[in-house]
T-cell receptor, first 114, second 116 residues
Framework: KAGVTQTPRYLIKTRGQQVTLSCSPI?????VSWYQQTPGQGLQFLFE???????NKGNFPGRFSGRQFSNSRSEMNVSTLELGDSALYLC?????????????FGPGTRLTVT | AQKVTQAQTEISVVEKEDVTLDCVYE???????LFWYKQPPSGELVFLIR??????QNEISGRYSWNFQKSTSSFNFTITASQVVDSAVYFC?????????????FGSGTRLLVRP
């Protein structure tokens, strides 16, 4: 089975712009979660989607949003980018909703905001 | 509140040494799940083990072993005869129900450097 894929792998944006990141889960997985990883804050949960509905949400401002399509692919959008949004954004998929089973992570998208 | 503490920020060992990575957690629930993930330099987190709160059996998988002790709220990870390829950041994570949803909290990670 192909693993979780994320595109693009690297992005450079300017403060104030918006960005959309994409994630394709493992075939058959219906849950997709997003995480932000920074040296200062570590790994932080953003949100989880299951069957096209947001099921869980972390403590991030409304500038961070996402959606999931009927084929389970997911996109994450960040509007009005700030310098502090520079991070590695990881996507993970799982066959089930919630976090009771292991997740399979993609390679991440490295976002740099200048 | 949920909390996962990995007190060891960085550990450096010489190849073939045994090394233990500590993980201490806090939770109010009786039902919860613990995980270990490995993040090699490539950046992709790799799942290593899952344990639910009702299963205190230790587990061994090759050179890896895990010691789960509810009495001390710890879920420690030992690598026996470490190898250079074990160099990575290792994360411990805790999942528990919060209302109708689950929350997943990662520890801050332990960077392991295995020197040849």
């Amino acid at each position: 089975k192909a693993g979780v894929t994320q595109t693009p792998r690297y992005l450079i944006k300017t403060r104030g712009q918006q960005v959309t990141l994409s994630c394709s889960p493992i075939s058959g997985h219906r849950s997709v979660s997003w995480y932000q990883q920074t040296p200062g804050q570590g790994l932080q949960f953003l949100f989880e989607y299951f069957s096209e509905t947001q099921r869980n949400k972390g403590n991030f401002p409304g500038r961070f949003s996402g959606r999931q399509f009927s084929n389970s692919r997911s996109e994450m959008n960040v509007s009005t980018l700030e310098l502090g949004d520079s991070a590695l954004y990881l996507c993970a998929s799982s066959p089930t909703q919630g976090f009771t089973y292991e997740q399979y992570f993609g390679p991440g998208t490295r976002l740099t905001v200048t | 509140a949920q909390k996962v503490t990995q007190a060891q920020t960085e550990i450096s060992v010489v190849e073939k040494e045994d090394v233990t990575l500590d993980c201490v957690y806090e939770t109010r629930d009786t039902t919860y799940y613990l995980f270990w993930y490995k993040q090699p330099p490539s950046g992709e987190l790799v799942f290593l083990i899952r344990r639910n709160s009702f299963d205190e059996q230790n587990e061994i998988s090759g050179r890896y072993s895990w010691n789960f002790q509810k009495s001390t709220s710890s879920f420690n990870f030992t690598i026996t005869a470490s190898q250079v390829v074990d160099s990575a950041v290792y994360f411990c994570a805790l999942s528990e129900a919060e209302g109708s949803s689950y929350k997943l909290i990662f520890g801050s990670g332990t960077r392991l450097l295995v020197r040849p």
